[in-house]
Nanobody
Framework: QVQLVESGGGLVQAGGTLRLSCAAS??????YGWFRQAPGKEREIVAQ????????YYADSVKGRFTISRDNAKSTVYLQMNSLKPEDTAVYYC??????WGQGTQVTVSS
């Protein structure tokens, strides 16, 4: 069984920053991703990184503002979120290999 432990969500004003973390209970995954789901909306991908080679994908809505990164030694993936907007408000979920999900962490951006 894989466990993904997320942290770092919270309440921030527009223009602020937050850093999300996702620690996996084991390695041997090829792709880590961050998704988000706002009230009344479908879950959408935010960013994704391949563990080997580090190729990265960003949704257009977050390009230039969010940065996904990884720490191999800690089996942890991060999402640095800068210049946050109210429309970034959502529950953010960590995902590995399209299969395993974290519990979600709430991000609320006030205007």
């Amino acid at each position: 069984q894989v466990q993904l432990v997320e942290s770092g969500g919270g309440l921030v004003q527009a223009g602020g920053t937050l850093r999300l973390s996702c620690a996996a209970s084991r390695r041997a995954f090829s792709t880590y991703g961050w998704f988000r789901q706002a009230p009344g909306k479908e879950r959408e991908i935010v960013a994704q990184i391949r563990w080997s080679g580090g190729s990265i994908y960003y949704a257009d809505s977050v390009k230039g503002r969010f940065t996904i990164s990884r720490d191999n030694a800690k089996s942890t993936v991060y999402l640095q979120m800068n210049s946050l907007k109210p429309e970034d408000t959502a529950v953010y979920y960590c995902n590995v290999d399209g299969t395993y999900w974290g519990q979600g962490t709430q991000v609320t951006v006030s205007s």
